[in-house]
């Protein structure tokens, strides 16, 4: 047990600096060539069947090569290219850190609210809200895809990072998504109670796992934060928790299966299977964040529940 948790603190170290890095740029799998056998065929005299299908053995065994020795940040980086993102970014001399204690006086006091007309293009469109939002990519990457009909808040508590996703919100020219530096614990409620549409999809991926028992009150969903979200969220609506800790999903899961107006997707959704405990299978937004890349590529499981808000 405890060499699993030393494991994990390992693991959660590496991968916060591995976000306080900023990736290089790389090329999608999707785009090294492979030549056509029949290409080499033609170029060929004897052996020629022989000489393509090594060819062709070859650049897969070297397209394999290429996808066991990326590292974290470069499947980062490749999960979201068609964001085309800039990481040539002046954020100042302040570095992002690694962790904050969300309990510290410099985070006691609220987000102020926006004029939410000033942030979205329309603020009356149904809004999702990621909960400690990281780099803000994944973010971006639905923000992108559902322009015209849905708006994405995405808040954290580190400043740098709400800052540099902001930026590139204006790079990519995006009038439905705004990031913001907030302490989702004392913030959440007065936003959303003030947000002109309705909730529709809260998530909270990943979040900062705090392992020690007399830290746990440090970690983001706290009792008044479910309570927050259960009652702002408009009737059908959803809330997405994943971890890669076991043992922070379940807080998070015993947390809103309290509620009996939450049900979970599965039995309405039959595309959305789980396992025998109740876990989904699959990650049901079509992107994976940061924190999921890394942690799949080192090999673990991710835990994730999808409820809904009951009509
Ligand atoms: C482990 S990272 C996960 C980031 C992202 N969701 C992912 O899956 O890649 C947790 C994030 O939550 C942020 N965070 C921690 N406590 C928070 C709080 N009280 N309010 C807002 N963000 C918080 C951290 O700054 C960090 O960016």
Not at 21 to 44: D, E, F, G, N, T
Not at 244 to 252: H, I, K, Q, S
Not at 262 to 268: G, M, W
């Amino acid at each position: 047990m405890a060499s699993s948790r030393h494991f994990m603190l390992r693991s959660y170290n590496y991968y916060s600096s591995g976000v306080a890095a900023y990736p290089r740029k790389v090329a999608p799998l999707s785009s090294v060539s492979l030549q056509s056998p029949r290409l080499c065929y033609s170029h060929c005299c004897n052996g020629a069947v022989h000489s393509a299908e090594v060819e062709l053995e070859q650049q897969q065994q070297q397209q394999q090569h290429q996808q066991r020795h990326l590292r974290s940040p470069d499947l980062v980086a490749l999960e979201y290219a068609d964001l085309n993102l800039s990481y040539k970014l002046d954020l100042g001399h302040v570095r992002i850190r690694q962790h904050v204690n969300p309990l510290s006086s410099s985070f006691s006091v609220p987000a102020q609210v926006p004029e939410w007309n000033h942030v979205f293009r329309d603020p009356t469109l149904p809004l999702m809200v990621d909960i400690g939002c990281g780099s803000g990519r994944f973010l971006l990457w639905l923000a992108k895809r559902n322009s015209k009909v849905k708006n994405y808040l995405g808040l954290d508590i580190r400043q740098k990072l709400a800052k540099r996703a902001e930026i590139w919100v204006k790079d990519l020219a995006l009038d439905n998504i705004h990031f913001m530096f907030a302490n989702a614990t004392n913030s959440f409620k007065q936003l959303v109670a003030s947000y002109h549409g309705p909730l529709m999809l809260v998530s909270i991926l990943c979040p900062d796992p705090h392992f020690k028992k007399r830290h746990h009150k440090r970690r983001v969903l706290q009792k008044p934060l479910a309570v927050a979200i259960v009652d702002h969220l408009m009737p059908g609506g959803q809330v997405f928790i994943q971890s890669d800790v076991l043992e922070v999903a379940l807080d998070m899961r015993n947390q809103f299966d309290e509620f009996d107006v939450l049900k979970h997707i599965d039995p309405s959704n039959p595309t959305l299977l789980c396992d025998n405990e109740g876990w989904l299978l699959s990650n049901p937004l079509g992107i994976r964040t940061e924190r999921e890349i890394h942690a799949e590529l080192e090999g673990a499981r991710i835990y994730r529940r999808m409820y809904q808000k009951q009509m």
